[in-house]
């Protein structure tokens, strides 16, 4: 696996609902958008006109929990059915095509009357192909989504059915993350599949040993070795934020430390709160310690992230930051016993301090399948133990589900990474508007990062664009009070 692949670079387009795609987690640079129209004629939606969006749907609501037939009628009628699921993910975890292609094979050998057919979705076409099939009410039955504001979304605007009305409670607390990203007033929006660590520091033992330095466990040991690296002509953390996304990685990466719940991030973005207060804002003033610490790679502002990180494969950096799926691709470069892998350590005394961030990939329902309860069998079928083992061995990735036997992992950074996740933190860039994150953490992650702009400064800027970002994405806001409500941490 290559050190490019398998990196989460969320969010890459400005504005509300109506315009947001994402962009690609692997090699953003060369990437090749398709419009959504082209998308929809490929894909035969039979889409008169494109341009709808998730948020103009005229599909009925969503059922509220307990009106849908609920999870015992989650069995395979007789009589031929046919399902269409619409996924991304080859392009994150290469192998998931095959895998796939298996699963299904396998799926139609126990129910030789259901046929289904997988169609791969291209990164920045995603989103706008589900939106046109909204608006059209018709397409795939199975769709996949990034967690947390993108599962809920769909279910705000009525597009996809609550897979809790579907797969029991007793199935659905092992799919890691569910209940923490994916759930809105009781309903469990999404099925998490697979997981995406969010983000490791990883560290090269051979480096800090050579220079006498002890792998840091907090925030001012981790202050210390930088300097003591940059004193030594040795990069301390690579990294590259000239294409942004690193922005918002550092933003899950610090953010975090300080709060007690998500909530508080929410209640932020609604206005119950304040992105300038010390809980939500100190860890910018975190950042600019690093800057001025020597922490990073002074190229950080002009080169692009997966530039930055290759520092780190040449033994020219003793630290980077990971996506967790690209962790084994550093691990195979390297060396399994050169790799050592943390959280960022802690500056914060709230309770996810210390901890990775933890987010899981998702599929669900939707709203205008003739088939839901066999969508929610297929969905647990991924789930069975053989299809679990079956996915890591076939990506090197890791499934979302607390079932899955760790022990057969034969890379110890592998298992470390599960472990941490299945104890995780929640992943703040899920919580907050794609506008905030674009235009408040991004770009200021940048001026942070030349020196040319405060901690202060930035946290200031931030709440500004929250403040704007009210006024433009009004309609959701409410949405975004009521999830607030009903979230547990």
Not at 39 to 59: D, H, K, N, R
Not at 278 to 297: D, I, T, V
Not at 345 to 363: D, N, R
């Amino acid at each position: 696996m290559a050190t490019a692949s398998g990196t989460r670079a969320r969010r890459p387009s400005l504005g509300s609902r109506n315009q947001r795609t994402r962009n690609h987690r692997h090699r953003p640079a060369a990437l090749r958008v398709w419009s959504a129209c082209a998308l929809a004629g490929v894909l035969a939606l039979g889409v008169a006109a494109c341009g709808g969006t998730s948020g103009q749907s005229a599909g009925p609501a969503v059922s509220t929990p307990g009106t849908a037939p609920g999870p015992a009628t989650t069995k395979v009628p007789s009589g031929p059915i046919h399902l269409t699921m619409w996924w991304w993910g080859q392009q994150e975890a290469p192998g998931a095509s095959a895998w796939l292609a298996q699963t299904v094979a396998a799926y139609h050998k126990l129910h030789p009357n259901v046929t289904i057919t997988t169609v791969l979705q291209t990164t920045n076409g995603l989103i706008p192909a589900f939106d046109a099939a909204a608006k059209a009410g018709q397409g795939p039955d199975i769709e996949y989504f990034w967690g947390g504001i993108y599962s809920q979304e769909p279910g705000w605007a009525g597009n996809i059915r609550p897979v809790s009305d579907y797969i029991p409670a007793s199935e659905l607390h092992h799919y890691l993350n569910a209940y923490r990203e994916d759930t809105y007033q009781g309903h469990v929006w999404t099925a998490p599949w697979y997981l995406q660590p969010s983000f490791p520091l990883l560290y090269r033992k051979d480096i800090l040993a050579a220079h006498h330095i002890a792998v840091p466990t907090d925030w001012n040991q981790l202050i210390a070795a930088c300097k003591t690296l940059k004193a030594a002509g040795i990069t301390p953390i690579a990294g590259g934020v000239s294409d942004g996304w690193f922005g918002g990685w550092l933003y899950s990466m610090l953010g975090d430390q300080q709060i007690t719940s998500v909530q508080q991030v929410l209640n932020a973005v609604v206005g119950k709160g304040s992105f300038t207060s010390p809980e939500l804002a100190s860890w910018w003033s975190r950042l600019a310690q690093m800057k001025s610490s020597g922490c990073w790679n002074s190229s950080i502002t002009s080169q692009q992230l997966y530039q930055g990180q290759q520092a780190f494969v040449q033994g020219k950096a003793a630290m980077t930051v990971s996506a967790g799926t690209a962790v084994p691709g550093f691990v195979k470069q390297v060396g399994v016993s050169k790799v050592g892998l943390m959280a960022m350590p802690s500056f914060g005394s709230g309770p996810y301090a210390g901890k990775l961030g933890a987010t899981s990939q998702t599929v669900g329902i939707t709203r205008w399948s003739k088939y839901p309860t066999v969508d929610a069998n297929f969905i647990m079928f991924m789930h069975t133990p053989a299809r679990l083992l079956a996915w890591y061995k076939a990506t090197g990735d890791l499934p979302a589900d607390d079932r899955f036997p760790v022990s057969q992992v034969n890379v110890p950074q592998v298992r470390q990474l599960f472990n941490m996740e299945v104890h995780g933190a929640p992943y703040l860039e899920n919580f907050i508007p794609s506008q905030l994150d674009s235009e408040g953490n991004f770009s200021n992650a940048q001026l942070v990062l030349g020196g040319s702009e405060t901690g202060a400064q930035a946290a200031t800027k931030f709440q500004q664009v929250a403040t704007r970002v009210r006024i433009t994405d009004a309609k959701e806001m409410a949405d975004f009070a009521r999830w607030a409500q009903s979230i547990a941490g």
